[in-house]
């Protein structure tokens, strides 16, 4: 099967950047700040489409603009790219060839919306926003979440499985035996945090879950505390990677709790690694990746295996970085 991971880096990331060529991450810049100067407005998000969702969230950051648009705005470039393989309408679908959509949002309040198991919309970060802002509740799920999106002026898209995304599922059918997939490559949520020029925080994350999945299943990445969490007091942080084993450890809650009890935002992530890696022991057959925010503008970023990277967006550069990450053989 031609992963996700393959495919990105074969198609929208290989014309422009060579993965060995990123620049590395070290232990000191891009992390922290070279002062005590607090590092805003800060925008990070994950993989390489973080790149172009960065610049869309930086012209609102960068205009003075509040971090919840901007991470809505951001990640909704993703969602509209067709040929993404791992967010949106363009995404792999599950193994009945159904493609379904997870996102969520958080802001400075604590204010959350979330939408998961959605078909045929094109932005459903818009749509948890709308369940945040417009509802009592903090989840909406498949033909209700769909029906509420319908009631709220968003339209049924007519996009398609392309013919390459087909081709895909159909080589799967054939030779996985109608089993779900883990594995390394299988993964490429766009998750994103950011800081506005008041120094609030909010986050989006979104994604087509995992290629291949059961029909019905959610992962971590529309679960607040799982894929995405925000605290204003704190910290923010996002993951990405297998979801089932974000879930299990509730990834970025304890991030953003581990960066309240003093930890780096580098710190925080390794923690929340080292702690996969101790409770699941076949971590080494997946990937899990964090970044994480504090009010400083220092940044963390870890996995599990290698091929992580995260673009930043500080002082008006938009970069991307390699990950460090824990299983180094
Ligand atoms: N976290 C996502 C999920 O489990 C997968 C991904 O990162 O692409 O659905």
């Not at 990331?13 to 990123?22: D, E, K, R």
């Not at 390489?48 to 012209?59: E, L, Q, R, S, V």
């Not at 979801?243 to 710190?267: A, D, F, W, Y």
Request: overall charge neutral; glycine content about 10%.
């Amino acid at each position: 099967m031609t992963s996700r991971r393959d495919f990105i880096k074969k198609s929208a990331f290989a014309s422009a950047f060579v993965i060995g060529g990123l620049p590395k991450l070290g232990k000191s810049e891009p992390l922290t700040r070279s002062n005590d100067a607090v590092r805003k407005p800060i925008v990070l998000s994950t993989w390489t489409h973080g790149k172009p969702a960065n610049d869309a969230a930086w012209k609102i950051l960068s205009a003075g603009g509040r971090a919840l648009d901007a991470v809505e705005q951001g990640v909704m470039v993703v969602e509209a790219d067709p040929t993404n393989l791992s967010v949106g309408l363009g995404g792999y679908p599950d193994r009945d060839g159904h493609v379904t959509l997870d996102a969520c949002i958080m802001d400075e309040k604590g204010n959350c919306g979330s939408v998961a198991f959605l078909e045929h919309i094109l932005h459903p970060v818009s749509v948890a926003r709308m369940v945040m802002e417009k509802t009592p509740h903090v989840m909406l799920v498949g033909e209700g979440a769909y029906q509420f999106a319908l009631a709220n002026g968003f339209k049924k898209s007519s996009q398609e499985m392309t013919a390459e995304v087909k081709e895909a599922w159909q080589k799967w059918q054939t030779a996985n035996n109608y089993q779900p997939t883990i594995d390394k490559n299988n993964h490429d949520t766009i998750g994103m945090v950011a800081m506005d020029t008041n120094g609030d925080l909010s986050g989006s994350c979104t994604t087509s879950g995992v290629a291949w999945k059961m029909h019905g299943r959610v992962g971590d990445s529309p679960i607040i505390g799982d894929g995405l969490y925000v605290d204003n007091e704190v910290g923010a942080a996002c993951a990405t990677g297998l979801g089932e084993s974000v879930i299990k450890i509730c990834g970025t809650h304890l991030i953003v709790e581990l960066m309240r009890n003093g930890k780096t935002p580098q710190q925080a992530c390794e923690e929340a690694i080292q702690r996969i890696a101790k409770k699941q022991s076949n971590y080494k057959t997946f990937q899990v990746g964090f970044l994480a925010l504090n009010k400083n503008g220092d940044v963390g970023a870890y996995s599990i295996g290698k091929d992580f990277n995260y673009a930043l967006a500080v002082n008006g550069e938009n970069k991307l970085y390699d990950s460090d990450y824990l299983v180094k053989e």
